[in-house]
């Protein structure tokens, strides 16, 4: 068994990426990033997001940590490493 991470939102956090995830704009990636961290706010357990959102366990413990490093603009999207195409 892991160990669990604990994520505890304040209420603008929690606003913010209920908005994010209402909004049908927003790209599917950022959108299930802050449903990890909204789940995890609610105390649901790293395996239980992975099988809910169909991640593995390890992408969730990354989204987790992101959030706890940066907040919610640490959930946006990162440029892919690797080869750059040159045109």
Known sequence: MGRVIEIKLTDEQREELRRIV???SEPAGLVR??????????????????F??????????????????EGVVGLAERPKSGRK???
Not at 34 to 46: E, I, K, T, Y
Not at 53 to 69: G, Q, W
């Open 52 to 69: 809910r959102l169909d991640l593995s366990p390890e992408h969730v413990s990354v989204i987790r940590s992101r959030f706890r490093a």
């Open 22 to 24: 209402g909004r049908p």
């Open 33 to 50: 990033r802050a449903r990890v961290v909204l789940m995890s706010d609610a105390g649901v357990s790293g395996r239980e997001i992975a």
């Open 85 to 87: 195409d040159h045109a």
